[in-house]
């Protein structure tokens, strides 16, 4: 029987990479205009709080007015509070921080401020508080009311791998506490369920052959919680929805991916909540976390941001 604290690290990874990251000197990294803030949220016990660490990726139209030598959650705040762009939450994968993505902040910060955080147990951020699913989308639902606060422009929601299912959950979240519809939600990379990815992850492929497979590698994660059912909160989603995979993906199977887009367009209200809009890639060396190097992404957010404003204006 596996130990909690060992299902916890197969299921999240949560190991820093790049190592030793320098939160506050993204110049290091390329990467100009860009402040290092902390926000504290409830824990789930609604007395303990947690910090998390983000970085807060100004529009390239914008860069002008952000001075590099300012790091402060004031500054974040100013600068959300100011922008004349839409904002993207950002939600990352496993073994990752917040410095990582750096090619796909690239790309969004061309149409959006890019706020990046790192969920509880990675990087600077929640380090004593519990690792769990629905601790990382309580974090992400406040964060969200947290940008909510201070403008009122667009949101949106882009998740890769991990990040996938902890954004389809949050958005879940949100809409069932409040009422809230982020403006469009994005997939890259994603699974069906947690359960799903652990039998077809290539280690999975290994020992999926192996007796009591399923009870002492799949059933003990979900006795604990960690259920990942991208599959039933995307039915909850009612904002338009794009997913993206690569067919070489080496760490979830695209079919997977193909498969999430399917439901969605089968089983949820398009007319009502939002169409779902599918991009497969073909074996170009993508693998698991290069479709944003792809040439045409840059056309597919913009069809996309043009199809949730659409959508955003039938909610009236």
Avoid at 237 to 265: Q, R, S, W
Avoid at 276 to 304: A, K, L, M, R, W
Wanted: proline residues 5%.
């Amino acid at each position: 029987m596996q130990s909690l604290s060992f299902q916890k690290f197969m299921i999240f990874i949560n190991i820093d990479a790049p190592k030793d990251p320098d939160y506050n000197n993204p110049q290091k990294y390329g990467m100009e205009s860009v402040v290092n803030f902390h926000i504290t949220t409830q824990d789930l016990d609604n007395t303990t709080l947690v910090s998390i660490g983000s970085w807060m990726i100004v529009h390239e139209d914008e860069m002008d007015t952000f001075s590099s030598s300012t790091q402060s959650s004031d500054t974040a705040s100013e600068i959300v509070t100011n922008t004349k762009k839409p904002v993207i939450i950002y939600m990352h994968g496993v073994a990752c921080n917040r410095v990582k993505p750096l090619a796909t902040y690239k790309v969004l910060r061309k149409f959006f401020l890019v706020i990046a955080p790192d969920h509880r147990g990675y990087g600077d951020s929640g380090l004593d508080a519990d690792l769990s699913e629905d601790g990382i989308v309580s974090d992400t639902v406040q964060l969200y009311k947290w940008v909510r606060y201070k403008t009122s422009n667009m949101i949106y929601f882009w998740g890769h791998s991990l990040g996938s299912a902890l954004a389809t959950h949050a958005v879940k979240i949100l809409k069932e506490q409040d009422g809230i519809i982020p403006t469009g939600l994005v997939l890259e990379s994603p699974f069906t369920t947690m359960r799903d990815e652990m039998i077809n992850h290539p280690l999975g492929k290994i020992y999926k052959w192996l007796a009591y497979f399923n009870q002492t590698i799949l059933d003990p994660p979900e006795r604990n919680g960690m259920l990942f059912l991208s599959t039933t909160n995307i039915l909850y989603v009612d904002c338009p929805i794009m997913i993206m995979h690569a067919e070489d993906d080496n760490v979830i199977p695209y079919f997977l991916g193909k498969t999430l887009a399917e439901i969605a367009k089968s089983q949820r209200d398009l007319q009502t909540q939002g169409n779902v809009t599918y991009h497969q890639f073909p074996s170009v060396g993508y693998q698991h976390i290069g479709i944003t190097d792809d040439p045409n992404v840059p056309q597919y957010i913009t069809e996309f941001m043009q199809e949730c404003v659409e959508a955003d204006k039938g909610r009236g």
